[in-house]
């Protein structure tokens, strides 16, 4: 059982250059989320979905994009990467609702854009 | 809109006592969970204890322990017995119907030996 899977776990970009951080969870999940995490701070969501073809905007979306055509890949494009995108990025996915479900993590992503 | 606020961005106890970091959140949500994550410095986040906004009985889970205080909108986490490997960064999050987890900053607890 991989539970939530990233990648890569390590990426340089330059300014401008465009990538899609890869995640996947095997759990059957409906829920999946995207976060970014920068020093000293706590986890701010960048989006999430609810189901496979519904996705929606958290706090911090600007410059991501996203899709869900299955329930397991979650995928999250920076279309041109700018030095304030540097960050750690997490993938989450659990079920849907405010139940006791914890949400599961993945390894996360180090990004750093010069 | 969701908030969580964690107020104390370090907190420092001796090995073997106990310690209290603070949770309070807001929400206009009846049904909501409260959730904690510790993340050493290795970067994963693993998922501590968990609080059903209709729980009656403050949730425990070995060493963890979670103080709900409803009226006031306070989930505190308390970590008895601290070891040294309790030092990390630890978050309280929010569900609730909106269903995205929002977390608070954070507060990164240092045990003493």
């Known amino acids: 059982n991989a539970g939530v899977t990233q990648t890569p776990k390590f990426q340089v970009l330059k300014t401008g250059q465009s990538m899609t951080l890869q995640c996947a969870q095997d759990m059957n999940h409906e829920y999946m989320s995207w976060y970014r995490q920068d020093p000293g701070m706590g986890l701010r969501l960048i989006h999430y979905s609810v189901g496979a073809g519904i996705t929606d905007q958290g706090e911090v979306p600007n410059g991501y994009n996203v899709s869900r055509s299955t329930t397991e890949d979650f995928p999250l494009r920076l279309l041109s990467a700018a030095p304030s995108q540097t960050s750690v990025y997490f993938c989450?996915?659990?079920?849907?609702?405010?139940?006791?479900?914890?949400?599961?993590f993945g390894p996360g992503t180090r990004l750093t854009v010069l | 809109a969701q908030k969580i606020t964690q107020t104390q961005p370090g907190m420092f106890v001796q090995e073997k006592e106990a310690v209290t970091l603070d949770c309070t959140y807001d929400t206009s949500d009846q049904s909501y969970g409260l959730f904690w994550y510790k993340q050493p410095s290795s970067g994963e986040m693993i998922f501590l204890i968990y609080q059903g906004s209709y729980d009656e009985q403050n949730a425990t889970e070995g060493r963890y322990s979670l103080n709900f205080q409803k009226a006031r909108k306070s989930a505190n986490l308390v970590i008895s017995a601290s070891q040294l490997g309790d030092s990390a960064m630890y978050f309280c999050a929010m569900r609730d119907s909106r269903s995205d987890m929002r977390f608070g900053a954070g507060t990164r607890l240092t045990v003493k030996p």
């Open positions: 989450a996915s659990t079920t849907y609702g405010t139940g006791p479900d914890e949400q599961f």
